[in-house]
C-alpha cells in the first residue's frame, strides 16, 4: 500500500513535471537552472524521493509558476515532518491509545512552538531557518490528533530531571510546563513525573512509544537522532509493555504529579 507522504510526493512531482514541460524545458535543461542534477530532478518528478521546500521555492522561480509549487508544498501537512516520520504521524492518528515514555523532552504530541523551535534548532544545526520553521509547523499540526472529535486516550510518563532543565530559557520551560498543565485536564491525557529521588529508576534507557491501532495490535516505536524503528514483534512489545508498567509504578499518581509540576514551574517564575 503507498502512503500517504508517498501520495504527496507523487502529486508535487507531477505538478513540477507538467510545469517543466509547458515551459518547453527538458529534465536536463530545468536541472541545470535550478542547480542540481537531472537524476535528481528525475526521481522528484516521479515521487521517488523527498522534496525540500528550498527545492520548489527554486523551481518556481526557475519555471515563473508564481509560487504554487511552494503552496502545494505549505498545503500538505505531513511535509513538515522529518521524512523518517510521516509514518509516525499515521500511527498517532490512527491509534486509539498511545503510551508514551520519554526521559528527556516533552513528548513532541504535548510540545510549546517556542520548545519545539528550540529543541529542533538545538537538534538540527545545519538546517535553515526556513526549515526549522516548516519542522516547527508540522510538529504543532499533528497535536490536531488530540483535538479529534475522538482522541486517542494518551498516557505519557517524564522524568523530573527533564522538566528541571531550562529548555530555551526560564520563559520557554515555564510556557511548557503550563501546557503540560493545562493538558493534565483534560479526560483522554494523563501525565506522570518519576521523581528525581527514585533510586531504583526502570527507565535508565531510551524513549519509546507503544500505540494501539484497532485491527493491528499494538506497536511499538523506539526513537534514535536519525531515524525511527517500529516493530509489531510480540516478544518486542511485551517487553517494553512491561516496563511501561514499572515506569507507572516508579512514578507519582496524576495529582501528585500536577502538583510537582506545578511547583517547578513556580521556580521558574
Known sequence: MVHKNKNRWVKIGRQIRANRERAGLSQRELAKRVLMSPAMLSAMERGARGIKREHLERLDKALGTGGTLIDSWDTSSDLGLPEWYQDGAERERAAFEIREYSPLLVPGLLQTEEYARTILRAGLPTKTPAEIKELTRGRMERQATLKAECPPRLLVILDEGMLRRPIGGRETMRGQLARLLKASNE??????????????????????TLYAIHDKGTVLYIETRRTGTV?????????????????LGAALPVAASRKLIEQIQGEFS
Open 231 to 247: 516493530t509489531d514483534s510480540p516478544d518486542d512489545v511485551d517487553d517494553y509493555s512491561r516496563l511501561f508498567g514499572d515506569l
Open 187 to 208: 479526560p483522554n491525557i494523563s501525565i506522570q513525573v518519576v521523581p528525581y529521588e527514585t533510586e531504583h529508576h526502570p527507565g535508565l534507557s531510551e524513549a519509546f
